[in-house]
């Protein structure tokens, strides 16, 4: 069932788990998801990036609601990382009710401005926004320590973000990054804690490809509710795809996608017990 993302982090908060939310490009990405989601009776939202968007479109976003629509379990549909208004309000019109409108590549005055503006033309079309606060392109092995701080999300600038822009989640960098680790992570759970106190909205974490399972549980246990999983899960596709076709050339198509969806789905089903959601398909409590 097609449900609000909103409503799936609050409920996931409140008992102490988190959705798992996975970036698809295409039919059988959504399909892997939605999938894995129905064999462990686990909530899940489907994401799109604003690439996928592009070369997608309306019809990308209608697959998706009509795979989360007829799913038997929960599933949120929501635009990844956009920096564009035309882009936030072409999905809103396909019928996505849940968006993230990045502002994090500029400055903070500007960042509040972007976010703000989003949040209102979001919000008046009854859907949710979440913003991000901190930089997560930058990790502290290429960086100085001092620029390494600065862009991780401060707390107390968290509390004026989220009270100025009015956003309903809100992404947070502490030590997390996009794509590859290229050493183990280590998460400023102390910065994390702080956030969660400073703040009343659910919170997000990206870059959850290759984070270890003990800082998967401590993340939740300091308040993250969603983790947005794209790496990974774009490796299983394209594993699947060379794989396939290297053992059999003559390969036809439609195995080709039914081996994606396949492997895709393992990937998934992995992550949702790493962030606690199997068997947590039953009714929404908020
Ligand atoms: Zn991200």
């Known amino acids: 069932m097609l449900v609000s993302t909103l409503s799936l982090l609050r409920t996931a ?5 988190a959705i798992g939310a996975f970036n698809v490009y295409n039919l059988e990405a959504a399909r892997a998801v939605v999938a894995a989601s129905e064999a462990n009776r686990s909530p899940a939202i489907l994401q799109i990036l604003p690439r996928a968007f592009e070369l997608g479109g309306a019809p990308l976003v209608k697959l998706c609601l009509a795979a989360a629509r007829d799913s038997s379990v ?3 549909v929501h635009l990844d990382h956009s920096r564009s208004p035309d882009d936030i309000k072409a999905v809103l019109s396909a019928g996505l ?4 409108a990045d502002g994090s590549h500029l400055s903070y005055h500007d960042n509040v401005a972007f976010t703000q503006a989003m949040a209102d033309i979001v919000h008046k079309q009854g859907a949710v926004i979440e913003g991000e606060l901190g930089q997560l392109t930058g990790t502290e092995y290429v960086l100085p320590v ?14 004026d973000f989220v009270a100025k822009t009015g956003i309903d989640a809100l992404a947070v960098c502490i030590g997390n990054v996009h794509g590859r680790y290229p050493k183990e992570p280590r998460l400023d759970f102390d910065r994390l804690a702080a956030i969660r106190s400073a703040v009343a909205v659910p919170l997000v974490l990206h870059g959850a490809s290759g984070l270890n399972e003990s800082s998967v549980r401590r993340s ?5 509710s969603k983790f947005n999983v794209n790496t990974e899960l774009r490796q299983a596709y394209l594993d699947a795809l060379r794989e396939s076709l290297h053992s059999s050339p003559s390969a036809d198509l439609p195995d080709l ?4 969806v396949a492997c895709m789905s393992k990937v998934v089903s992995m992550k949702l017990h790493l962030f606690g959601s199997v068997g947590k398909a039953g009714i929404l409590t908020t």
Request: net charge negative.
């Open 13 to 17: 908060a409140e008992a102490g788990y």
């Open 74 to 76: 929960p599933i949120s």
């Open 97 to 100: 009710s849940s968006v993230m």
């Open 146 to 159: 001092s620029e390494y701080e600065e862009s991780l999300t401060d707390p107390d600038q968290a509390s």
């Open 220 to 224: 939740i246990q300091l308040g993250i």
């Open 257 to 260: 996608m039914q081996e994606a």
